[in-house]
């Protein structure tokens, strides 16, 4: 009995000289997630912008105590925006770093690589910016979620307005991997429904430094409006050149919720002015959610923020998860995810459909106004994300033939 006393006390000491307290004891365990995204090259914005949203989110969450006691760590690796060093440093995140979620990659075609290697391991896997649509469809995995609007969500958003408002004569210009493919094929899909008519399709390969050998044939099709697919420096190099050769004054331009970061806009405001596009995120959206989003993100980093603000969500969202889950097990997670909804997100509330873990979210389109993205008009979400289609081919059918109106 005095032993068992005497330890009571000596334990009572050790506490209050703060040898055992509780927080020290939390402050040993961690838990580490993967920031995967392209740091130079094309793409190099997206991935920059990435990995600052996810900061956010893990100071944020950390100041607040975490996930189930640990400190979040987060470790960041470069895509090269290409399919294999994507995958080998999805390998290293997981099998080395043991990461529990994996946002990322950047490109449509690396995020599909990775989505291999996360099924494979059954890793939580958040994607917050790539939207070729085989990711909810042909690729899809229990461990996979999104909240990035794929092609066709923006396609079924985007090509109303342009039927209605812009032209119905429309060429389609894409870059020639995954993600303009994919936006090229869903875009054409939705207009021809709506009775809009696509004069010409083509696609540049990813990197172009010269699209003039392209112009001619776009200027002999005479489109009410021009529909580009493209992203990053690709999307700068694109704009300046259609507006030398003036083809920025002669067609309407309509693209891609990604083909700019709102923070590429000032610098080709003229060349971009009256540019249309559908997005889930401005920060000249008066939206409250979007407001108090900006405020916080701006004065943290002195910038402005952007789409990619969707990777903070992803962190969000899974700590949440793994919070309800009372656990890190990916199966466990992935669970709690299926038609999980959030109150706290860029844009305020946001849920995942069950069915293909696609988040359904309201969107509007934008038009660039002397270099800021202004909101237009208000979509919901539930308007464009279609209907399941986990295991279909979505191209299926499909054809690049043009089909001539009388």
């Excluded at 709506?194 to 489109?223: C, H, M, R, Y």
């Amino acid at each position: 009995m005095k032993r068992l006393t005497w330890l009571v006390v000596l334990a009572a000491l050790l506490v209050a000289g703060g040898f055992l307290a509780a927080p020290a004891l939390s402050q040993s365990k961690v838990v580490k997630i993967g920031d995967l995204g392209s740091k130079v090259g094309v793409f190099e914005g997206y991935g920059k912008y990435q990995t600052m949203f996810m900061q956010m989110a893990v100071e944020e969450l950390n100041a607040k105590g975490g996930v189930l006691g640990h400190k979040i760590e987060m470790i960041s690796e470069d895509d090269e925006t290409k399919p294999a060093p994507a995958v080998r440093k999805a390998e290293k995140l997981i099998l080395q770093d043991d990461v529990k979620l994996i946002v990322g990659a950047v490109s449509s075609g690396a995020t599909m690589a990775v989505m291999d290697v996360t099924k494979k391991h059954k890793t939580i896997h958040w994607n917050s910016v790539s939207c070729a649509e085989f990711m909810r469809t042909t690729k899809f995995h229990k461990h996979y979620f999104s909240n990035q609007p794929d092609s066709r969500m923006q396609a079924n958003g985007l090509a109303k307005y342009i039927v209605d408002k812009m032209g119905k004569k429309v060429y389609i210009f894409y870059t020639d991997y995954a993600m303009g493919q994919s936006d090229g094929r869903q875009f054409k899909t939705a207009l021809e429904k709506l009775g809009g008519e696509v004069v010409g399709v083509a696609g540049a390969p990813l990197d172009t430094k010269d699209f003039s050998p392209w112009f001619g044939a776009i200027n002999q099709a005479n489109p009410d409006v021009l529909f580009v697919a493209f992203a990053g420096t690709d999307s700068l190099r694109l704009m300046t050149q259609l507006h030398s050769f003036g083809m920025t004054k002669k067609y309407k331009l309509a693209g891609i919720d990604c083909f700019l970061l709102q923070q590429d806009l000032p610098a080709i405001a003229e060349p971009m002015e009256g540019f249309v596009q559908l997005a889930h995120y401005s920060p000249y959206n008066p939206d409250k959610h979007m407001q108090a989003f900006n405020e916080r993100f701006k004065k943290k980093f002195n910038v402005e923020g952007n789409i990619m603000a969707g990777a903070y969500d992803g962190v969000l969202f899974w700590a949440a998860a793994a919070e309800k889950a009372k656990s890190f097990d990916a199966d466990k997670v992935a669970a709690v995810l299926e038609g999980m909804c959030l109150d706290n997100t860029h844009i305020g509330k946001q849920c995942i459909r069950k069915e293909d873990h696609q988040v359904v979210m309201d969107m509007h389109l934008y038009q660039v106004k002397s270099g800021k993205n202004l909101p237009i008009a208000r979509l919901e979400g539930k308007d464009t994300i279609g209907e399941p289609m986990v295991g279909k081919d979505p191209v299926e059918g499909f054809s690049w033939e043009i089909k001539k109106k009388n």
